[in-house]
């Protein structure tokens, strides 16, 4: 089984680094979807299935928080697992996220393997045979 990914963040480099890393984690990929906020997300979400979202918290026209509340108001999107990386790491704004759902934090800057190891605890195990 190959996994849709979807990278949500207003920086291409941020978006790019993502993909490289998911890249690294020898996880098979069918597809990632890139997104530049969370109103970019939720109108691709609305065409394209996806297994896990990895998303930013601070951006313009819809930030991270906003699309995890969108997502857990919508019937089809609600059960998609959602990661949030950002820089920002308050005790208090991780237990807030994770009171809304989330399924792991990823502080930035990240490495492939904090990557491969949020991807395995939060969709199990693959077969990279």
Known sequence: ????????????????????????????????IKAENGKDALNKLANDWVDIVFTDLN????????????????PEFREIPVVVVSTEGSKARIEE???????????KPFTPESIRDIIIETLGEWDVT
Do not use: C, F, W
């Open 97 to 107: 996220l994770h009171q809304k759902g989330i399924k792991g934090y990823l502080r």
């Open 59 to 74: 951006m313009p026209h819809m930030n991270g928080i906003e699309l995890i509340d969108a997502m857990n108001n919508h």
């Open 1 to 32: 089984m190959a996994y849709t990914i979807m990278v949500v963040d207003d920086s291409g480099t941020t978006r790019a680094v993502l993909e490289r890393s998911i890249g690294m984690t020898k996880l098979p990929v069918k597809e990632i």
